[in-house]
């Protein structure tokens, strides 16, 4: 059985990310498994339970059964929970690894205070060591249908990579997929390898049955042109590598910061095997 994990703070973002990992456990046919990280023994009412009228005296664990009580009904599968004390986004690395995750479903911007806000600052160092792809949700983002992907295609080796995952999500969704070619330089070598690499992806996914656009643009900054571009399809994903800097084993390369930073697009990483 697939599981999906979700990393819960109590903040409003992270509940929202629940909220997603439910409607795709239910097309993929997965468990979903909340986790929370304590980073110390001191507990405070977390923010998205302050509306609730009996939260005096409830525990850590109360307070995630309370989420179970409200969600189970809309998961097909199992919903349950995890709670680790430690660094946070080893624990959840841990986690996934441990429970051989499918994906990981995270929020990316913590609003509470409960924990610091751990969500927000560990967002990028979950991307970036993440064991399974990722998908980030920034900012409340409501849309839990998947119909279009965007895929950037750019001249590195490991661009492709990202390819058969999301093609098997769109599968299961149905959702057509928008191969991009993007680049920073309008040199005519770098595009003709860009729009090559895009014909063999493109390929690849009418082999697999998968409806497919294909576009090649050339701009200033490919995150930027990558966003604007995903607007314009109405994409509700879109997928990057996460190759990162080899002076910085925690942080993300420029490129996929940005995006996971930038984009009210929930963005799906998967990070290179280079």
Same mark, same amino acid.
């Given at each position: 059985? /697939? ?7 109590? #903040? ?9 990992? $439910? ?11 909340? *986790?929370?990280?304590?980073? #110390?023994?001191?507990? =405070? ?18 307070? *995630? ?29 841990? %986690?996934?690894?441990?429970? !051989? #995750?499918?994906? $990981?479903? *995270? ?13 927000? #600052? ?21 849309? +839990? ?48 390898? $860009?729009?090559?690499?895009?014909? %063999?992806?493109?390929?690849?996914? /009418?082999? /697999?049955?998968? +409806? ?15 966003? =604007? ?13 996460? !190759? ?13 910061? %940005? *995006? ?15």
């Amino acid at each position: 059985m /697939k599981k999906i994990l979700v990393p819960i703070d109590f #903040s409003a973002d992270s509940v929202n990310a629940l909220e997603h990992a $439910i409607s795709f456990a239910n097309v993929i046919g997965a468990d979903v498994r909340m *986790m929370h990280v304590k980073k #110390s023994k001191n507990f =405070e009412m977390p923010f998205y339970f302050k509306d609730f009228n009996m939260v005096v005296g409830k525990s850590l664990e109360d307070f *995630m059964d309370i989420l179970i009580e409200k969600y189970k009904g809309l998961l097909k599968n199992k919903l349950d929970y995890k709670i680790r004390e430690g660094n946070v986004f080893k624990e959840i690395t841990n %986690q996934a690894k441990y429970d !051989d #995750s499918y994906l $990981i479903i *995270m929020g990316t911007h913590g609003a509470s205070g409960f924990e610091e806000m751990w969500i927000g #600052s560990n967002a990028f160092r979950v991307v970036s060591n993440a064991p399974c792809p990722i998908i980030t949700i920034r900012n409340g983002y409501e849309r +839990n249908i998947l119909k279009n992907i965007v895929m950037p295609i750019d001249s590195s080796l490991s661009t492709r990579q990202k390819v058969p995952f999301v093609t098997e999500l769109a599968r299961f969704f149905g959702a057509t997929v928008h191969i991009l070619g993007v680049s920073e330089i309008s040199s005519a070598d770098v595009t003709a390898k $860009i729009t090559t690499y895009c014909s %063999q992806v493109e390929e690849y996914l /009418k082999e /697999k049955g998968v +409806n497919c656009t294909k576009n090649v643009l050339v701009g200033s900054n490919i995150t930027d042109l990558t966003i =604007e571009y995903a607007k314009t399809v109405d994409a509700e994903l879109i997928t990057i590598m996460t !190759d990162q800097l080899t002076n910085a084993a925690f942080w993300l390369g420029p490129y996929a910061q %940005q *995006m996971v930073n930038h984009s009210s697009i929930p963005v799906l990483s998967i990070r290179s095997q280079n």
